[in-house]
């Protein structure tokens, strides 16, 4: 059982930065190789921003929203994912939920097994 606690979330002002963090309770990051951000905020479906494959290279992907303002990335000693957050807009304000699972990788599609509880963000 893989568990998954996010943290750093956070009130900011529009063109602030945060940096999100979530650590597995598990070594070894390769053991699920698929590692993903998602954002939920009120009254709307729950979306992808960020996923990394760490079976091919760390390779990235971003939602068209987050592109060049946003950056998923790992830490495999210390069995951390993050997600730095730059130039925030007031409509990035959701729950943001770090998710994993084992290859085949969904990218940013819902497909993940394990989630952690969230951490709020909120830009004004």
């Known amino acids: 059982h893989v568990q998954l606690v996010e943290s750093g979330g956070g009130s900011v002002q529009a063109g602030g930065t945060l940096r999100l963090s979530c650590a597995r309770s598990?070594?070894?990051?390769?053991?699920?190789?698929?590692m993903g951000w998602f954002r939920q905020a009120p009254g709307t479906e729950r979306e992808g921003v960020a996923a990394?494959?760490?079976?091919?290279?760390?390779?990235?992907t971003y939602a068209d929203s987050v592109k060049g303002r946003f950056t998923i990335s790992r830490d495999k000693s210390k069995n951390m994912l993050y997600l730095q957050m730059n130039s925030l807009k007031p409509e990035d304000t959701a729950m943001y939920y770090c998710?994993?699972?084992?290859?085949?990788?969904?990218?940013?599609?819902?497909?993940?097994?394990?989630w952690g509880q969230g951490t709020q963000v909120t830009v004004s």
């Open positions: 598990e070594s070894a990051l390769g053991s699920v190789g698929c």
């Open positions: 990394l494959d760490t079976n091919n290279g760390d390779r990235a």
């Open positions: 998710a994993a699972r084992p290859p085949p990788c969904p990218g940013l599609r819902s497909g993940y097994n394990y």
